[in-house]
């Protein structure tokens, strides 16, 4: 079966699954569920999904390097996930100008947040590149996005009619006009 370049590459069956930020945005597109993704391990970690993005390629190499480029740009990411695992694309988000620095156990690690571009939500965020085994460079790495626990929910859901908030707890400081 040829693919819509004109290539004889088979192409395979792709089913996009797509995720909204709790405003309804869409933030997300992905070729597997949020779940189907591992989660970062450890009892001090937030427990988000790391999701492998979809690096678009250089349009300034020719055709005949095209492949090449795609293997070198998931090559650092082949610890996390691999490509054929499946891949997603951030939508409508925007990052933060500054890192954050999280404090853990370990040491210190160094954030970029990804926020809803509609409600300016934190929907996921990706690492500092200094924060990987391997890389002498600093900035943030773009191959890979952490997406946090119920930070998003999928169309079906939204369709279904699931409650926005279900999954966030409110704390409230007190009543407005409460008397002492």
Not at 110 to 126: A, E, F, N, P, T
Request: net charge negative; hydrophobic share 30%; proline share 3%.
């Amino acid at each position: 079966m040829e693919g819509p370049d004109g290539n004889s590459r088979a192409m395979e069956h792709f089913e996009a699954r797509t995720y909204h930020c709790l405003c309804s945005e869409l933030v997300l597109s992905s070729s597997h569920t949020i779940s189907h993704y591992a989660r970062r391990a450890g009892d001090s970690l937030d427990k988000a999904h790391i999701v492998p993005l979809l690096h678009p390629l250089d349009e300034t190499k020719s055709d005949e390097n095209a492949h090449q480029q795609e293997s070198e740009v998931w090559e650092g990411a082949s610890v996390l996930a691999n490509p054929s695992d499946g891949v997603a694309l951030l939508l409508n988000t925007s990052l933060d100008r500054k890192p954050i620095v999280v404090r853990r156990e370990d040491g210190f690690e160094k954030r970029y947040m990804q926020r809803c571009s509609r409600c300016r939500l934190i929907v996921g965020y990706q690492l500092d590149k200094s924060q990987y085994d391997g890389y002498t460079v600093f900035g943030r790495r773009e191959d890979v996005v952490y997406i946090l626990p119920g930070a998003m929910m999928s169309t079906e859901e939204m369709s279904e009619g699931k409650e926005m908030a279900s999954g966030i707890g409110f704390k409230a400081l007190g009543d407005i006009g409460e008397k002492e």
